[in-house]
């Protein structure tokens, strides 16, 4: 009966190894494999003729300017307002919160076409600069791609950066004060050292997510002949040329190992920072300004977010009422038909139920594999769990589109998977089961492990605890995390330039090819419903929050379990 066990034990093992290497280590060794095949072997034929093109080493150029460009706004803004933030007794701190964050949930693609309308050729912005004797500001350019996409990265500097400066001891700031430094000299060589390294950090990452990103690049870069590395990978992927997919492979690689550099290095950085990891934040104001200074100070903060954040979108959804891209704004231009377009056109509403099925059950998958995991990892910590996440972990780091390619290599030898909705999910559910891990091992390090031992004692069974203990306890901060993921999923376009057929668009393939197609105001008007849609999804999120499911678990275990050990027999 032990051996039956035993042996039971060690084929579930040997399964569930075999699964994790099939879903998200294989597609990776497959492009591998793809980049070196040619013609009559195996050889680095395809990393040559990429390296002689002209193409590749102005992609990598690109690549590698936008990056650094954006990396530096992003830093530079993200920091100084988690400065703000942190130490400084202004007001109104949750609006401006609220208007950084806002850059964060709404998908990089929709700031692009944003700030395109805005920045448009005849538009009052460049109208304005010309009869000033400005130069109009061309966004379809270097300089363009490398502001939108610093304006998309600054809040993960902004949160990880104020994060950190919250967790730096007033003791050290108190110590140098009394060796006689003032508040300024303060701040410069002991709070800026002690956070250097979550805003490198921040950086690294900032750098990371504009090499990955494709819709930017894509809307801006594509029509103006600027290639960088993931719009390059696209175009040789859906070249259909004899090696397109090897060379495709082969620039992937490349992309790749960039990518995993980067993630390697900010990791190192992270563990350098770890100390203050167990330091409660401190919320406290820590530098007092005079009111007009604090009024300047948040006026200009109000100013600056509006001018980034509200202003363009404002003017993209202003554009989605015209009936020509670039007329005036007058009554005889107004019309409801691009609206008319979205909400009735059947293209559209198919890909939009694809985007929020997929959105939907991607939550599903991650909820429930990311918290098995994450239960198993908190009370257990096998080497099984953490191969699952190092895993989980390789597919969010590397870029979208090399993702894609892989899951173009892999699935197309699993019959009915490869031109179905069915790659879409997977592809989605690889991608973001490492952020519910995440957000699952959180919210699970809060439950006591006594009170599973309490509810075991008393006589209940596991499924019971999860029911009405450890579910109700960890119901709000997985939902709330989920969220994230329901958007991110719901919005993607990376995946799904490369993985969706011709019935199963989503929503941001569709206005991807409604800009590419010159039908700006029709893919204006589906960026505005869209929004509206993140924006009913935040409400939702947060009413759920006031939901005490903390609270119903409590005093369900209370009451049944007091019940059950008053009640039992000696």
Known sequence: MLKGKLSKRIRLNYIFYLSVFFVFILPMLRLVIMSITVEHGIGLDNFVQLIKEQRTIRSIKNTIIIATGSTLISVGLGGILAWIIAYMDIKRKRLIEILILGQYVIPSYIITLAWSNFLQEKGFVNKGLLSFGFPAINLYSLWGIILVLGICNTPMVYLITLNMLRKIPRDLEWAARTSGYSQWETMLKINLIQVMPALMSGGILSFLSAIDNFSVPAFLGISSGIPVLSTYIYEKAISFGPRAFSLAAALSVMLSAIAITGALLQGKLIRKSSGLESIKEDHSVRIQVKERTRAIIEWT????????????????????FKKFYGAAFNTVNLSLRNYQFVFTNRGVIQAVRNSIGLALATCIVCIL????????????????MKLVEYSASLTYAIPGIVLALAMIFHWTKVPNVYGTIKILLIAYSTRYLILQIKGSTTALLAVELELEEAAAVSGSTKVGTWRLIIGPLIAKPV??????????AMTELTLSSMLAAAGTKTIGLTIFNLQQSGDYNLSAAMSAAVISMILLGYIITEGMKKISFGKLGKISYRQQTQSKVVNRPC
């Open 479 to 488: 939902l709330s995390g989920t969220f994230f993921i329901f958007v991110s």
């Open 301 to 320: 903060i109000l100013s600056l977010l509006a001018c980034i954040n509200l202003i363009p979108i404002l003017s993209m959804v202003l554009s989605s």
């Open 369 to 384: 594999l990311g918290t098995a995991i994450a239960y198993i990892k908190v009370r257990r910590n096998p080497r099984a």
